[in-house]
């Protein structure tokens, strides 16, 4: 007697396993991005010294270099991203910041900072606007990532006596 073969052919697709029976369990998963809005710099506290005590004199120049990063920048123009201000005026002394090249880290459709002013700017008691950015659009206009060198120094307004005089520079990033 021959023995009898059976072929069973399949309609599942190549490489899927058949089971009796099965159950699944389905996921809601979110995944968040935190926001983040961080201002740092590479100096900390700093000295700017006079060679001369007259009206007009500048001190010396000190150079910081800012990081500034914001994943939830305004989508619209936007003046005084980064503004400073003292804590007190000096008298007889004007503070004044230059913001210099700066250098955006992010791709090319990411914020664009720019310069507020032309040279030299007098930070006072009042934000002063030292940076802006403009108009930007879609997911990737909300990111900000650079690097902003500001040159502060020092101008006598009057003649000024010996001694040291402090204040506190505040640098103040915003995202909207």
């Not at 004199?57 to 270099?65: A, F």
């Not at 619209?76 to 005026?89: E, H």
Request: proline share 2%; charged share 15%.
């Amino acid at each position: 007697m021959v023995a009898a073969a059976a072929l069973v052919i399949s309609s599942l697709p190549v490489g899927q396993v058949a089971y009796a029976a099965s159950e699944n369990v389905s996921h809601t998963v979110t995944i968040r991005v935190n926001g983040k809005l961080s201002i740092t710099d590479d100096t900390g506290d700093f000295t700017l010294t006079f060679g001369d005590f007259t009206t007009g004199s500048d001190s010396t120049v000190q150079q910081v270099q800012y990081r500034v990063q914001s994943n939830d920048m305004t989508l619209s123009a936007l003046n005084g991203v980064v503004s400073a201000q003292i804590s007190s005026a000096v008298d007889g002394v004007d503070l004044k910041g230059d913001v210099g090249t700066i250098t955006n880290l992010g791709g090319p459709n990411n914020v664009q900072l720019e310069e507020q002013h032309t040279g030299y700017a007098t930070v006072g008691t009042a934000g002063t606007e030292l940076c802006k950015k403009g108009a930007t659009t879609g997911s990737s206009g909300k990111i900000l990532n650079a690097r902003v060198p500001i040159d502060w120094r020092a101008t006598a307004t009057k003649d000024l006596a010996a001694g040291d005089y402090t204040t506190k520079l505040v640098v103040t990033l915003k995202d909207s």
